[in-house]
């Protein structure tokens, strides 16, 4: 009995060594149908599907990989990064610059916070809550929307970054289909002096226009998406993707104006939780055609600057772990940039970033618009007293709206450059040099296309509706602009190539009895 004693005695000894896992309400790594070795978020996951049309019937896709738990801890819990220190790059590519003949304004202070913002940033030794978050394998594959110059610019220098996949251009046109075979399958560069510069190939462009018949397999997400096409394809392009998009895409919008993150996420990605990370782009290089050869095009250096738009919290994840996340597929897309040298890519804070743009799209909202509510060549608005009346009222309301945007309030470097006498004199001293020129805006109504006026006029509209300004200044050019488009297109479905009689002046380029093309003004717009 005493040896039977002995050996219960030892068993219970033994007992007391062991140390059950911790099973309480805060640990979020147990729970119904955890195991041992798999949580209970492991479990649940390990039986379910890639997602594509959403993210509320299951857990996130970005929960951290369960390792084991010693207690109550969750710090160790898996091979990632704090919170307080921003999210390591996938891969890092040393880039060769190529020396730019376009100048960028920087000031010092802005220099400064470039610096800062691409430096080494300074970490805590003791942070107080650390919060894990995985490390994400990214992948390398980019597709591009669009066939313009930038589209076609973009897919040829990524073209020479080695261990890159090949480029993947969709487009909702087929006839860049039937070109890419004709032209070599490669897009050639020429300098201004037309000489040849390098010719890359690309794969052939794939088409995604209207189908005939719905596709039910399960389409594969795309992650790394450029878009560079006309605004008026811009949204129903993207649309048309729709079902391969998620959270996991980042979408880099390579527009000269503003507005098509917020176009976009009113109108196909509504759900937070779903919609795409993105990458705001403005593109310094110029273009200009190479005879009639679409893959073909001159080309002067300048320099692809970058803005990565921090994301937001939604019902899923919170606002660290979302912003977290979302700098990984940011980052990784604008090292994908960076790596071909020939775009000379630089990612700046948004306030500079807006600094860049803002200067060209007043012009625009200006000149262009004016332009084609006038049908008429730049130097006649200069020369018309009731034109450059309508210009002047336009600029001050612009002005307005500009100077009290919270983005340069914030920098009294950047709002000063704007509210100096100089600047509207710069504006009519730049619309002297265009001279006799006609705006592509006009080009594009002739065709029945509808100018980016939304992106220029109409951004400014939206952001003084957001500050509560008054903006009936640029409502009413993007009324008149859009009745000029209105106008055109339906003697185009009437069959009237240009218009019956002239209506207003024999110098109206956009209706009325002109009745044969123009080499200047009806040539085939970029898409």
Known sequence: MAVIDGRIS??????AKFTAPTWNHDNIFVGRGATKQLSAVATIAAGLQPRNGGFHLDPPIYYPPTLPVQGNSRENGSLSYPFYRPPPPTSRILVRRIPSTQHVYISASESAAVAEANGEPEFESEPKFVDLVPTIRLSKKIHIIGFDADARFIAHALAAVPNLPPVQMHTHHAEPLKRWGEEGRAVTVYDLEKNTISSRNIPCPEYFGRRRRQIWTRPTILDNIIVSTMSGAALPSIAALRQRIDRRTTLCLVQPGLGLMELLNENIFDDPATRPNYVICHSGHKFSRHSSLKYSLRHLPGKLLLHAVPRGGDSDLDQKTAEAL??????????????ASDLNAVRLPWHILLRQKLPEMIFVSLADTISVILGCRYDLIRSSRYAMEFWNSLLDETMR??????ELRANPEMLDFFVRESFPKKLRRKLERQGSEYSSWISMVRRGQMPPVQFYNGYFVRRAQELGLDYSQNKDALNLVGARHAGRFRELQLGIPFGLQPYMTDSDRIGGGLDELDPLLDVETDI
């Open 401 to 406: 709206i500009v100077v009290s945007l919270p």
């Open 326 to 339: 979302g700098n990984q597929h940011t980052q990784h897309m604008i090292d994908l940039l960076s790596a």
């Open 10 to 15: 030892n068993r219970r000894k033994n007992r």
